[in-house]
């Protein structure tokens, strides 16, 4: 069986950057590794001494979190990003947010029969949760391939991974009424929510009452600390939402043993209670992107959305596997585009997700 569902999946697409890889390692000041959006800088100090407080934990955890950070989670929410009238019980944390996108589609049950709407340009984990339930994926510019079928579910993205492109309330609000009219869930994964870069036009939850009017049934929303607060090593998330649904998710989750550690789970509370660490990781964040946005454009490339996240989303009008390999022998290492869709066949990302000293070395190659 398990030789079967692997042979149904794609190849892990990292997988394929040896080669690239070698090369970029080679040079003689070291790779700058842009390719994966892994944190780097150090756990805020509140966050680990929560940690070891809670560190003599000989029983089993609850699988639907404390009281403490179910609260949290509702308080950050709503001071953080303007969300109103999610209750404690409907907060659940999980085993880091990829794996409760990769396993939503069979947590709720889902089978062949039914279709799961994903966006055009997308993180690989969204195609990757509906095959393994066995579902149908259709992106989201094909919408018409549905004829009279209704989907089940429909992720959505913004900031998105990998443009860094924010839906507007407008956009997020005819997504919830076209899905509501369908009695479709809408699962919309936020984990960048809070590193919007324009002033303008920030990144709003599909939770936000100016998108939902205040109502959350049939909408998920995916939250993660891995970027916002470095905890990506902790696999510390939660999902908030519709309280039938999450309620449903529990149960089924506490069956499968789905249980975010008890220290991890006190951990996640000095996250959400302490903005301060938040807004310094935010600040080096903006100084990276600030540095790598300029010396891309300066060495060439266009760079095109990229208004709130952690990724530069970048071309020169070449196949992406051709600037792969000529970013290599400068010793930086990209994603190609490829990897999130066809649309991406000649775009690379780059993350913003590497040491100052890193970020200043990848520019000085780019722009000698």
Not at 6 to 31: K, N, Y
Request: aromatic share 6%; hydrophobic share 45%; glycine share 8%.
């Amino acid at each position: 069986m398990s030789a079967s569902l692997s042979a149904s999946l794609p190849v892990f697409p990292w997988d394929t950057l040896a080669d690239v890889t070698a090369t970029a390692r080679a040079h003689p000041d070291g790779i700058v590794d842009l390719s994966v959006g892994t944190p780097v800088d150090d756990v805020a100090p509140v966050i680990r001494d929560a940690l070891a407080a809670a560190s003599s934990a000989p029983g089993y955890p609850t699988t639907a979190g404390t009281a403490a950070l179910r609260a949290s989670a509702v308080a950050a929410l709503h001071r953080r990003y303007g969300i109103t009238g999610v209750a404690d019980d409907a907060v659940l944390p999980v085993i880091g947010t990829k794996e409760l996108i990769a396993w939503l589609p069979t947590l709720l049950h889902l089978t062949r029969d039914d279709v799961v709407v994903v966006p055009e340009l997308a993180y690989p984990t969204y195609d990757v949760g509906a095959r393994l339930a066995g579902a149908e994926v259709v992106a989201a510019d094909s919408l018409t391939q549905l004829g009279p079928r209704a989907p089940k579910l429909i992720f959505v993205n913004s900031p998105s991974n990998p443009t860094g492109a924010v839906l507007g309330v407008d956009h997020l609000r005819k997504v919830v009424e076209w899905a509501r009219a369908r009695g479709a869930l809408v699962a919309s994964d936020e984990c960048y929510l809070g590193l919007g870069w324009n002033p303008d036009a920030p990144p709003v939850s599909v939770l936000h009452p100016s998108v939902c009017g205040g109502d959350h049934t049939g909408l998920l929303a995916i939250h993660s600390l891995s970027k916002t607060s470095s905890l990506a090593g902790y696999r510390a998330g939660f999902v908030a939402g519709d309280p039938a649904v999450v309620a449903e998710l529990l149960a089924v989750r506490k069956h499968a043993g789905m249980m975010v550690p008890t220290p991890i789970q006190a951990a996640m509370v000095a996250a959400l209670d302490d903005d301060e660490h938040e807004a310094v990781q935010r600040e080096r964040y903006r100084r990276r992107r600030e540095v790598l946005l300029a010396a891309v454009r300066g060495a060439g490339f266009t760079v095109e959305h990229s208004e709130a996240g952690l990724y530069l989303w970048a071309t020169r009008g070449e196949p992406c596997r051709d600037t792969v390999a000529a970013l290599a022998e400068l010793g930086i290492l990209v994603a190609p585009g490829e990897f999130y869709g066809l649309r991406g066949a000649r775009h690379v990302r780059m993350a913003l997700t590497a040491t100052d000293e890193r970020i200043d070395a990848a520019a000085s190659r780019l722009v000698s």
